[in-house]
């Protein structure tokens, strides 16, 4: 039997993130630049229920039953199971491998749960929809970040742009005018559950501050909407940096990620953030017309360890 394979892209938020937790609207699209894999071999002459589990990108090799519960690999293949009926797997080797950055706001771990809740349910004979993907994905991001609000493995299950609200049902984005992002990797861990906490101290210390610059995130990402879906991306640079200054003041930005937004203005951007739970992490700009590389050097050139470019389109 041949291997069965399965990839999910990475993702960025162009707007909203953090509000989004507290049921304001956000932006989120796919980066299919970086994927994670997830390739699934049967092994006949193994015994039954022998799961063999390589991740080389974060040094794991073992057996999946050596795996915690609590692990995102072993929930991931725990869900997908439970979903099908499965007690027992055949016997097999799970090897998953990415080039997303890990911890970076790229969606690295929803794309690895995506890619491997898909390629087990064709490994078992029968693919979930991604309705059941995208659901059981939740799950295991519930485990390791506490209160997600779905927005990640969401955009990455169906890899459309998204206008999203929490609990609600998906609306996807029409995009009538691609556009160019570059991403800067300030190279920093920022574990997205940390400023998800952070955030929320501060929030239950001052409700009535926080839920002032949410409700402004909030309208900027609508109005964001409107300016994406009227075929004007070039606008969108000003709501960026306006979605910046707010994300400064929920105290989810840092140096590092200061500089690189400086520098894609200088360089010509139209306006850049950050992305994702910030902290560390990556940022996003939005470049004029023809400046896209001057961009992405000037990001290099700032400190970024790494640059990314990416086209916006959506259905
Ligand atoms: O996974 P990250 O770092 O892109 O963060 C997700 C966005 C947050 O709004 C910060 C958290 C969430 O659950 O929506």
């Not at 699934?40 to 090799?61: D, S, T, Y």
């Not at 609000?149 to 609200?165: L, P």
């Not at 400086?262 to 950050?274: D, I, N, Q, V």
Request: aromatic share 4%; charged share 20%; proline share 8%.
């Amino acid at each position: 039997m041949p291997a069965i394979s399965a990839s999910a892209p990475g993702k960025i938020i162009v707007f909203g993130e953090h509000a989004v937790v507290y049921h304001r609207p956000a932006i989120a699209a796919p980066v299919s630049v970086v994927a994670a894999r997830a390739i699934i071999r049967a092994e006949p002459g193994r015994f039954p229920g022998g799961v063999r589990i390589q991740a080389p990108g974060i040094g794991l090799e073992t057996e999946l039953d050596q795996l915690p519960q609590a692990h995102p690999l072993a929930a991931a293949v725990a869900a997908a199971c439970r979903e099908l009926g499965v007690a027992r797997l055949p016997a097999c080797t799970i090897r998953i491998t990415s080039t997303i950055p890990v911890a970076a706001g790229l969606g690295s771990g929803a794309a690895v749960s995506v890619a491997l809740i898909r390629a087990l349910s064709s490994f078992l004979g029968r693919p979930l929809p991604d309705e059941r993907v995208n659901a059981l994905a939740y799950e295991v991001e519930t485990i390791h970040h506490g209160t997600p609000s779905g927005i990640d493995n969401t955009v990455i299950t169906y890899r459309r742009a998204v206008y999203f609200f929490r609990d609600r049902p998906i609306e996807f984005l029409q995009v009538p005018r691609p556009f160019t992002i570059v991403i800067g990797d300030t190279g920093i861990a920022s574990p997205t559950a940390a400023a998800v906490t952070r955030v929320r101290q501060s929030w239950q210390a001052d409700p009535p501050r926080y839920e002032r610059l949410f409700d402004r995130a909030g309208q900027v990402a609508e109005q964001a909407r409107r300016r994406l879906e009227g075929g004007e991306p070039q606008a969108l640079g000003s709501l960026m940096d306006e979605n910046h200054a707010i994300l400064c003041e929920l105290g989810v930005s840092s140096p590092e990620l200061d500089r690189l937004v400086a520098a894609a203005r200088a360089a010509g951007a139209l306006g850049a953030k950050l992305s994702g739970g910030g902290r560390g992490g990556n940022m996003i700009a939005l470049p004029a017309p023809g400046r896209t590389e001057e961009v992405a050097r000037a990001l290099a050139a700032a400190g970024a360890r790494r640059t990314l470019i990416t086209e916006i389109h959506g259905a």
